[in-house]
């Protein structure tokens, strides 16, 4: 077979595990594909990569392409998501010295109580709680906003949102220039060992099935190129299919440690893969389900309803026109190009393209391209549910 | 005209950051602030309320600059220079130099043409300067794992220095690999032998 050369670029964090797995375990040479990851040093320079056309492929944060489609940001593109890559994986951390405030005042540490938390945070006191996020335009800032916003005592002057590159989110917290982050595996895990934080939550805590990291491409590519993008899809379906598996975690580990992708050692990798997690230093692991989802729950479908989610907030944030950005954003989530990558090869499909967020509390079946398929769970902390259809 | 447009260069290298506040001074920018910690970011774009700052296409700082320019009704908003695409070539220059640039307070075009041209002329330089740089001392370090291959191989079956590289050579094509990486296996062996 001619093998066809296409660039992806990524940030090295552990979910871009399909990404990796794709090309290791050669699902992508299979498809036909000799696929080349490019590592970038930040979101920004990875999306003036794909939007000057040095990439072909890109794993992005699932805000990304919405901004850029609706031209917020560094450079306005229209570029589609084909898939997403990971569903939830962020995680919330705070300092040491935070972390003894919140404790002051009763709270202790569950690792999956939002609201307690949140009390906690500002009933701690003091100066505005500066949290690092690793980009303007990301789930991580979206998931805390949906989660703090909440809190009885909230209030916009409460909280300061920085960006702060994930790679130095451990630094930003030892030299006290942060008291809270959200941020992806390994460096929360990392910050923890580093600089003494401790970690309160995970972001499927705030939401149990957010789309985080998409395949993102330029509209234009796709459309020039659309055996690429099929072959891009399968290949990776296929990889995250096989992560999912518990059985071959071990040797996933091995293989993301060994390969000069990540650049990380297994034990930083073994968290996030695992869901065993050591809130605080000299602690005992705790056991996180679905901490991230690489393919259950068909985690790779990119959901029309999920672009609407995130246009709804950027829409707040930039003063946008709410319904022009659903359909700018819906129209980047590109699950029509999806199914033609997946049908053919008799991967099952959900029937419709657009769901109600927030509605399953826990496994659940629905109508499927086949018969039936099991979603979920998929509820918000507060119960909030997301009907895009509703008038 | 340019001397009161005040410049900042977010760059860790000082010899980099030099090489570029020399260009800028030569061109009669005179108004130039290099900074190489990140963590100060922040803090010294609010405090010297730049025109314009230049940064490294590939330094992680970038992703806070472009937050910055998300906080609505701040003061001084960085915008990056992408988002004015009419200068395609500009920009695709800048790319391929590996700069990127972030204009502050709504500066107007034709003033920021020239810095912007005066900078990527010199990343340019820079950045060539250091590939050549690399290759050359990557060569030299190349060229003494090899000679310390040979030393061995000369040692150990007593054959001269040009059957030494000899056997070096062939045994990196038979096994399809480069010669320099034959000769570290085999030194690396050695020293754990020893």
């Given amino acids: 077979m001619k093998m066809t050369q296409v660039r992806c670029g990524y940030l090295p964090l552990v979910d871009c595990a399909p990404l990796i797995i794709a090309k290791e375990l050669k699902f992508a040479a299979q498809e036909g594909l000799d696929l080349t990851l490019v590592k970038q040093p930040s979101w920004s320079s990875l999306r003036d990569m794909l939007a000057f056309g040095q990439i072909d492929f890109a794993h992005m944060l699932s805000p990304m392409p919405v901004a850029m489609s609706l031209g917020l940001g560094g450079v306005a593109r229209d570029i589609d998501v084909l898939m997403v890559l990971s569903a939830n994986g962020t995680i919330v951390g705070v300092s040491a010295d935070l972390d003894r ?158 390969s000069q992708h990540l650049d990380l050692p297994d034990h930083a990798i073994d968290p996030a893969l695992s869901g065993q997690f050591i809130t605080k230093h000299g602690q005992t692991p705790e056991q996180m389900d679905r901490f991230i989802v690489f393919h259950q729950g068909a985690a790779n479908f990119p959901w029309r309803s999920q672009a609407c989610w995130i246009a709804d907030i950027l829409s707040r944030w930039h003063s946008l026109d709410r319904d022009a950005a659903r359909q700018i954003a819906q129209a980047c989530f590109r699950s029509d190009i999806y199914r033609e990558a997946l049908l053919p090869i008799g991967i099952d499909l959900p029937a419709a393209s657009q769901k109600i967020e927030g509605t399953m509390a826990g496994p659940t079946t629905v109508v499927s391209t086949m018969g039936q398929m099991i979603l979920g769970p998929d509820r918000f902390f507060n119960g909030a549910v997301f009907d895009f259809d509703a008038p | ?86 200068d395609e070539v500009m920009t695709q220059a800048a790319i391929s130099a590996g700069l990127s640039a972030y204009v502050v307070n709504g500066l107007q075009k034709d003033r920021i043409k020239p810095v912007l041209e005066t900078a990527i002329a010199r990343f340019r330089m820079v950045e060539k300067m250091q590939s050549e740089l690399d290759a050359a001392k990557q060569a030299l370090s190349d060229r003494k794992m090899i000679d310390r291959a040979k030393g061995l191989l000369i040692r150990a079956r007593g054959i001269s220095e040009d059957e030494a590289y000899g056997l070096l050579r062939k045994t990196a094509m038979d096994q399809g690999r480069k010669v320099i990486d034959v000769a570290t296996a085999l030194v690396t062996a050695a020293e754990l032998l020893q």
């Fill in chain 2, 1 to 86: 005209m340019q001397i009161d447009l005040n410049i900042l260069v977010v760059e860790r290298d000082k010899t980099k950051a030099h090489e570029i506040i020399d260009a800028l001074m030569d061109g009669g920018w005179n108004n130039v602030t290099v900074i190489s910690s990140p963590t100060a970011l922040e803090r010294t774009v609010k405090d010297l309320d730049p025109d314009i700052i230049l940064i490294d296409l590939a330094n992680p700082d970038r992703d806070t600059l472009e937050h910055l320019g998300q906080v609505a009704n701040a003061r001084n908003r960085p915008v990056a220079m992408f988002v004015d695409q009419t």
């Fill in chain 1, 101 to 258: 405030r919140m404790q002051e005042t009763g709270w202790s540490n569950t690792f999956d109580d939002p609201s307690a938390a949140s009390q906690a945070i500002f009933a701690a006191g003091g100066k505005p709680v500066r949290i690092g996020v690793p980009f303007p335009f990301s789930m991580h800032r979206m998931l805390l906003e949906t989660w703090l916003s909440q809190a009885p005592e909230y209030s916009e002057d409460r909280i300061e949102i920085v960006t702060v590159p994930p790679t130095k989110m451990a630094d930003a917290m030892q030299d006290g220039d942060l008291d809270m982050f959200c941020v992806g595996e390994p460096w929360g895990s990392v910050a923890v060992q580093q600089s003494g934080a401790t970690l309160i939550l995970p972001g499927s805590r705030v939401w149990e099935f957010s789309p985080e990291k998409v395949l993102g491409v330029q509209r234009s590519w796709a459309s020039q190129n659309p055996k690429h993008c099929h072959a891009m899809i399968r290949s990776i379906y296929k990889a995250a299919r096989w992560l999912a598996q518990p059985e071959n975690i071990p040797l996933a580990v091995e293989i993301l440690a060994r």
